[in-house]
Nanobody, 124 residues
Framework: QVQLVESGGGLVQAGGSLRLSCAFSERTSARYGMGWFRQAPGKEREFVARMTGSGRTTDYTDSVKGRFTISRENAENTVYLQMNDLKVEDTAVYYC?????????????????WGQGIQVTVSS
């Protein structure tokens, strides 16, 4: 069973930075498409960023473009989400997800495996 474990969340002031990590239990994680989603209280889980298994394609939701960067270190079986210039509206539980087909789409249904989520809180 594939397991994903997020870390790196916490409380930060607006304008600050955090780097989320997603440790992947599968040794061949390089072939999986990966995504980050977030869910704020009372809202639906929404797409944040994605990367194909090849790493050649990345995509972001408009509200984080230029501020967030998704990357992966296959040797460490880890995917990262670097978040800069954080805003209060970025406050949410962040989830990483893996797509065994390697595409890493922008919809929840594209993914087969999910982490447990980690809280990110941005204060004003």
């Amino acid at each position: 069973q594939v397991q994903l474990v997020e870390s790196g969340g916490g409380l930060v002031q607006a304008g600050g930075s955090l780097r989320l990590s997603c440790a992947f239990s599968e040794r061949t994680s390089a072939r999986y498409g990966m995504g980050w989603f977030r869910q704020a209280p009372g809202k639906e889980r929404e797409f944040v960023a994605r990367m194909t298994g090849s790493g050649r394609t990345t995509d972001y939701t408009d509200s984080v473009k230029g501020r967030f960067t998704i990357s992966r270190e296959n040797a460490e079986n880890t995917v990262y989400l670097q978040m800069n210039d954080l805003k209060v509206e970025d406050t949410a539980v962040y989830y990483c997800a893996a797509d065994r087909h390697g595409l890493g789409g922008s919809t929840k249904g594209s993914y087969d495996y999910w982490g447990q989520g980690i809280q990110v809180t941005v204060s004003s």
